[in-house]
């Protein structure tokens, strides 16, 4: 079993839509959890840190369930900007600060 | 944010040649980077760790003796694939933590990214 797995899609949605990535890991002790955005042949960036309360930016909700082991991501009022690959990331506790990255939800907004 | 940078962005190669792609920390040191590779459709794939002053650490299932790296500086690491093959072309992209900055220290910060063709 991968130690994070997402759903690699495409997620096909029309502009507007809300769509949702799940992201399961399989370390229990996993301390930090991130959600990444990667477009075509560049690098990630940063799209938000996933925390146990939850956090919303924008149209963009994170969301972690500890006792399932998996967290989420929900994007409202999609973007044809939105399209792109999103990639979760775990920080193992004692990990050195290294990440371990899912392969990636790829989604793509259409009009 | 902190910002590193990565080049070259793209090489293409003879088999048999080695590379090398510098990572640079241009606003903050970093004593720990981290080089990873992509293949096409998969996720990125964490190579080895390195270390300012120190050896890397490698992981499982990566030679060191083909992907050498070096981390002489605070600022500086180079990771170079020798005697390139075809089957080392990939996307290879490093990161660094600012662990300074009490804003960003768990962010992860990523350079531009270098794709490799070796033909």
């Known amino acids: 079993r991968k130690e994070v797995e997402q759903d690699p899609g495409p997620f096909n949605v029309p502009e507007g839509a809300t769509v949702a990535f799940n992201c399961t890991y399989s370390?229990?002790?996993?301390?930090?959890f991130f959600w990444y955005r990667q477009d075509c042949r560049k690098e990630p960036k940063l799209l938000m840190s996933v925390y146990s309360s939850g956090n919303e930016d924008g149209r963009f909700t994170a969301q972690l369930n500890r006792a399932s082991q998996y967290i989420s991501l929900l994007i409202r009022d999609s973007k044809l900007s939105d399209s792109a690959t999103y990639l979760c990331a775990v920080n193992e506790e004692g990990g050195g600060n290294k990440l371990t990255f899912g392969t990636g939800t790829q989604l793509k907004v259409e009009l | 944010g902190a910002v590193v940078s990565q080049h070259p962005s793209r090489v293409i190669c003879k088999s048999g040649t080695s590379v090398k792609i510098e990572c640079r920390s241009l606003d903050f040191q970093a004593t720990t980077m981290f080089w990873y590779r992509q293949f096409p459709k998969q996720s990125l794939m964490l190579m080895a760790t390195s270390n300012e002053g120190s050896k890397a650490t490698y992981e499982q299932g990566v030679e060191k003796d083909k992907f050498l790296i070096n981390h002489a500086s605070l600022t500086l690491s180079t990771l170079t694939v020798t005697s390139a093959h075809p089957e080392d072309s990939s996307f290879y992209i490093c990161?660094?933590?600012?662990?300074?900055?009490?804003?960003?220290?768990?962010?992860?910060?990523f350079g531009s990214g270098t794709q490799l063709s070796v033909l």
């Open positions: 370390n229990s002790a996993s301390q930090s």
């Open positions: 990161s660094a933590r600012d662990l300074f900055s009490p804003a960003t220290n768990e962010k992860l910060f």
